[in-house]
């Protein structure tokens, strides 16, 4: 497939926006945000995916509209459908899910509650875990697994073509090749736009891109968690979406001894008048123009809050205390 490709001034044309954007310090999203009707993901800017997929750069994740131990039915499905229609509302045009989240809840209440889905939005989603139980996760790289998964998603979310589909994890008992291989076979027969991997390494990356062109990476970063700062630098350098699984933090930043960038990061929430989701959130957006934060939850209060932060910059001085 023949995709456009931007080129690198293109592409750092984002940095040069985000580095505009921390030249000084900008009200809190809990003061200024009060003022406007409502806060808008498309505050954050956008990224471009393979070229030709552009979304705002603050997404939103559906794992947790899902039941406890993201298995079964949500505890109120009313409040779950409520807050996958105001994530698109708030401009959220990037949503991402799997086939293991509930498993199948997460893909089925989405085209429950969003299709004929609005123009411009992408739905994501991901093949590759299995499920046992509620917390209980396996890994399932199989060719033959994988194209099952993939068309059993498309019938659920009621989609002709994934712009976006992602293999989960690697399958330590399948070669790599040949997990990412099917799915290139996919991509081909035109089930697949783009494709994107979760939980890589930069080598298991180099050995994906010699196959396709990953255009998207989702691994597990966050202000207490930069195991994958290489990883984003490889993005940054392929010009692909970094996307930050657990990008909150809650137990590190809720932690009543919290130290180092944690600390520093209160310090700077309290001073801004923000809650911690917010400045982790602000946080994030600031750390690189490829960088493409889906916080998810299963209320709609918290929702609105998390895309507040779209709208706040970090001064340099802030970003360099938080390191």
Known sequence: MNVPRLDRRQWLLGAAALSAGLAAPTPAAGGAMRNSAAPNAAAAGQVTLGGDVRVNRLGFGAMRITGDGIWGEPRDLREARAVLHR??????????????????????LIAEALHPYPAGLIVATKGGMVRSGPNQWGRNGQPAHLRAACEASLLRLKMPRFDIYQLHAIDDTVPMEDSIGELAKLQAEGKIRHIGVSNFSVAELARAAKLVRIVSVQNRYNVADRGSDDVLRWCETNQAAFIPWSPLARRQTTAGDAAGPVAAMQAVAAARGISMPQATLAWLLARSPAMLPIPGTSRVVNLESNVAAAGVRLSRDEMQRIG
């Open 87 to 108: 994530a698109v509302e708030l401009g959220c045009n990037f949503i991402d899910t799997a086939d293991a989240y509930g498993p199948n809840v997460s893909e089925r």
